[in-house]
């Protein structure tokens, strides 16, 4: 019984323990310039980082599924850390969280494995993008909503987003300057609903979309393109061809970032806690 | 055919027409010493008064159905002035609305009858409470729910509830101090339910309360007791005993004005819009 220690990888040397923490963490993206760190700006990874750095100097830098926007929100961003502290996950959760401002929270901490990357990890993700099209203003979550000058028709939206369902490539429903080689992603759910929002009852559409993965901006971009089919100035043919066009100026303009909320990430088998 | 004008109560004077106008208002209550005017302090009232009279400094006192307080919100909200300005409803409505704060908006205007007065016309009123009660704290719309240490139990919540129902002297759930004669009022419908709220599916519970008429911070009471029973603090008999005792300490405490919003106010018939 000489075999491998599973845990071989993830204690290369016993004198400097380490754990790897798995994240699961809300935020309203209202204050952030997005998620990812940058010189001179506060963002929602530089405050967890801020954060985690106060209870454990020597933790190594923190990781997300997914660099939301500037403005845009999340229910459930993924994230890991490795950190030479060994405390019980619970404990973390509270640590990180007695140290984060009011708009972030940890939802979960879990132990993961020492190969977790959040980035490899997340096989699905899931978001939501909220229209309101009252002709009268919104008064509440006035940042989470993207007001229409008039009401949109759902059922059209509904018909078009079909054409985008499947593995295409979505070249069309990319910010132009993008250097990702493969342009292909698979969007395994689109849904377009009229949503009975707590506090806006019928005045909400909501717009869900699942895929394996998103090119830079594609869910705003859609939603924008299916915000001009529901105001009725591009036919729902439209998006079909604006899909097959494979160039950005085929497709409507990028739906502003405040409307948009990382809903869920799905991890592989591998990596669920 | 000599017989009375209905419209003589209306305009005394031909020289000085007079309109009516009722209006449907929601706001967000968070900034707002709430809506009675006050000196020296920023009400929804002295907010709306000073849009009017913008557009028409001749009218007369703006009065509202419900004298919400600081930090509760409406969606529903119904006030009247009388103009010396004579402008279609739809023109009022647009004209006030872009003298007014992103927090505060006119929902509908309508021209009502000379005589219309928002408080004896609300027969019946609709509240509704947001209770949280997720172990983890909120990052959205922190200041419209009230967070609560541990999971209520809503089965019981509901159940207590059903004692209320009815017409009652309801002297227990009325702050002390307060002199008003009859404290007998009815309930028609209180609803305890776990919500699917927007942002927090599953995590919030909203007690829905309607009636003819609701003495000083008695919904807050209700929902204050209703929440020591959801905690197991209280047995569902003591709603029973609490309300019989018709004295304000048999009662549970007060619950934070920022969970609560005037949801509907339903007016009597003379004077539907």
Known sequence: MTGADPRAGREPDAATPQQRIGLRLAYDGTAYSGWQSQPHARTVQGMVAAAIATIDPAADALRGSSRTDAGVHALDQVA?????????????????????????????????????????????????????????????GRMQVWRQPSPLDVAAMRQAAGALVGEHDFTSFETASSQRRTKVRTIYDLTVERADATEHPGAEIHVEVEGNGFLYNMVRIIVGSLAMIGAGRRPVEWMTEALAARHRPAAGPTAPAHGLILLSIHLDDASVE
Chains 1, 2 share one sequence.
């Open 80 to 140: 890991a850390f490795t950190s030479r502290r060994i405390m019980d996950p619970a404990v973390w959760q509270r640590a990180i969280n007695a140290n984060l401002p009011k708009d972030i929270v940890v939802l979960k901490a879990w132990e993961a494995a020492a190969s977790f990357d959040p980035v490899e990890a997340a096989i699905r993700k899931r978001y939501r993008y909220r229209l309101y099209d009252n002709p009268v203003r919104p008064v509440f």
